[in-house]
């Protein structure tokens, strides 16, 4: 639970509805790491997610002019 709330907190700039996003996903991660002993179900999905999102996110910066300054 409390490495859920540090993930969440961590998305922070996503907002409030990133930040509960997130809050699941750390959530469903732990038990996940927790049930099969093996930290690599969580690699894998969280390298899937982030392959899907990423993307997107980058766009969506540029797009609104926010990377401006990388």
Do not use: C, R
Not at 29 to 43: D, K, R, W
Not at 44 to 64: K, M, N, R, T
């Amino acid at each position: 639970m409390i490495s859920s709330v540090l993930f969440s907190i961590y998305h922070f700039s996503w907002g409030i509805g990133g930040m509960f996003g997130t809050f699941i996903l750390g959530f469903v991660l732990a038990y996940v790491f927790i049930v099969g002993e093996s930290l690599l179900p969580n690699i894998v999905s969280h390298a899937i997610i982030d392959g899907l999102i990423e993307p997107g996110l980058i766009i969506s910066v540029f797009a609104l002019g926010l990377g401006s300054h990388i």
